[in-house]
């Protein structure tokens, strides 16, 4: 079985370009999450969506991030502009209906903001 | 704010059984524990969880104390792969923080030849 699919595993790019990152959940699950990890903050959820939909974005640390998640299969993260200090780790995972089943992880893509 | 503690590293030789403790004292009824590990540049992987009960796979085991205040994860034979951060997390099945992982800093397994 496929697990999630994050893409691009890395990138490189300068301050103040637009970054998106993209997510594909495993198929039938149906809440996704994504993640954000450093070494001063360790892996904190940013937002995460059941059925599409939004449900938390509290951790969404400022408007320069977005996050949508079109339809059941796709999902986005976005950054604009980008700033040195958005450099992260950023994972995505999905799940059935949590807490009682298991968030399943991507490999990440690892940002570089110069 | 989902709190645990764990310690912040441990060792083991290779096939040896690897206790691993974690306190969630102000645990509520209906917070679960999750267990997972994370390999050097990999996502987070699932583990273990549980509610109540003890639980096995066929990874690890898990043992919940009888008032739920404390739990250990229990690799029965570390290998060299499963050198990595081990996180013990609340997840609760209600309120605003519903089906949410909070990820504390976890425990450095250390795993010798």
């Known amino acids: 079985d496929a697990g999630v699919i994050q893409s691009p595993r890395h990138e490189v790019t300068e301050m103040g370009q637009e970054v998106t990152l993209r997510c594909k959940p495993i198929?039938?699950?149906?809440?996704l999450f994504w993640y954000r990890q450093t070494m001063m903050r360790g892996l904190e959820l940013l937002i995460y969506f059941n059925n599409n939909v939004p449900i938390d974005d509290s951790g969404m640390p400022e408007d320069r991030f977005s996050a949508k998640m079109p339809n059941a299969s796709f999902s986005t993260l976005k950054i604009q502009p980008s700033e040195p200090r958005d450099s992260a780790v950023y994972f995505c995972?999905?799940?059935?209906?949590?807490?009682?089943?298991?968030?399943?992880f991507g490999d990440g893509t690892r940002l570089s903001i110069l | 704010d989902a709190k645990t503690t764990q310690p912040n590293s441990m060792e083991s030789n290779e096939e040896e059984p690897v206790h691993l403790p974690c306190n969630h004292s102000?645990?509520?009824?209906?917070?679960?524990i999750h267990w997972y590990r994370q390999l050097p540049s990999q996502g987070p992987e699932y583990v273990i969880h549980g509610l109540t009960s003890n639980v096995n796979n066929r990874m690890a085991s898990l043992a919940i104390a009888e008032d739920r205040k404390s739990s250990t994860l229990i690799l029965h034979r570390a290998t060299l792969r499963d050198a990595a951060v081990y996180y013990c997390i609340r997840s609760n099945a209600g309120g605003t923080s519903y089906g949410k992982l909070t990820f504390g800093q976890g425990t450095i397994l250390t795993v010798h030849p």
């Open positions: 102000t645990i509520s009824g209906t917070d679960y």
């Open positions: 995972a999905s799940s059935l209906r949590p807490p009682n089943q298991p968030q399943h």
């Open positions: 198929s039938g699950h149906d809440y």
